[in-house]
């Protein structure tokens, strides 16, 4: 089946740990993003990458970095600079790059800090 | 800048009762996409709608129907004869096309719908 997968579900993390959340999607899908969730409020863009080798900030990549070597594949690392990381992180694709793509997402990595 | 409101934080209804949820935008550019999103208990953003600027006809999809007037520039969406599986966040986006245009969706902040049986 085609779709997008994130892994893990949940993921701990400890102070001054750098963590990296796997997003991957077989869609053949030209662009990628990520996005966190914050309880009671909206998404909020992080990075975003329109093909491979390259990729952009969005508007709250402070303590976030990101890497696109391949098409299908999009990690996030939260680094050890992210002081809130407890969120809900969700990863999406678009076939093209372009705001008349619909994005689609995948089930998303709620990160806990211990 | 861009700007999506939905003001009704959280709404409450009976099953079968129709319930309209509120969004409002604001941008600059003539040319934009708005959506609607659903996001159940599991956290997954469920795709729901695409509407572009130039397009302002209703749409209707099965219980499903959506409002676009570019005149208070609102894209409102209406559940007819909920049932308690319509229970989740729901949320209105919206991308610009002009500039630097990446498909940036702006969210906006989300309105819990519970449909008690």
């Known amino acids: 089946d085609g779709g997008i997968t994130q892994s893990p579900k949940y993921l701990f993390r400890k102070e001054g740990q750098n963590v990296t959340l796997s997003c991957e999607q077989n869609?053949?899908?030209?662009?990628m993003y990520w996005y966190r969730q914050d309880p009671g409020q909206g998404l909020r863009l992080i990075y975003y990458?329109?093909?491979?080798?390259?990729?952009q900030k969005g508007d709250i990549a402070e303590g976030y970095s990101v890497s696109r070597e391949k098409k299908e594949s999009f990690p996030l690392t939260v680094t050890s600079a992210q002081k809130n990381p407890t969120a809900f992180y969700l990863c999406a694709s678009t076939r093209q790059r372009g705001a008349q793509e619909t994005q689609y997402f995948g089930p998303g990595t709620r990160l806990l800090v211990l | 800048a861009q700007k999506v409101t939905q003001a009704q934080t959280e709404i409450s209804v009976v099953e079968k009762e129709d319930v309209t949820l509120d969004c409002v935008y604001e941008t600059r550019d003539t040319t934009y996409y708005l959506f609607w999103y659903k996001q159940p208990p599991s956290g997954e953003l469920v795709f729901l709608i695409r509407r572009n600027s130039f397009d302002e006809q209703n749409e209707i999809s099965g219980r499903y129907s959506w409002n676009f007037q570019k005149s208070t520039s609102s894209f409102n969406f209406t559940i007819t004869a909920s049932q308690v599986v319509d229970s989740a966040v729901y949320f209105c986006a919206l991308t610009n096309a002009g500039g630097t245009s990446y498909g940036k969706l702006t969210f906006g902040q989300g309105t819990i719908l519970t449909v008690h049986p």
């Open positions: 869609l053949n899908h030209d662009a």
């Open positions: 990458s329109q093909i491979v080798n390259d990729f």
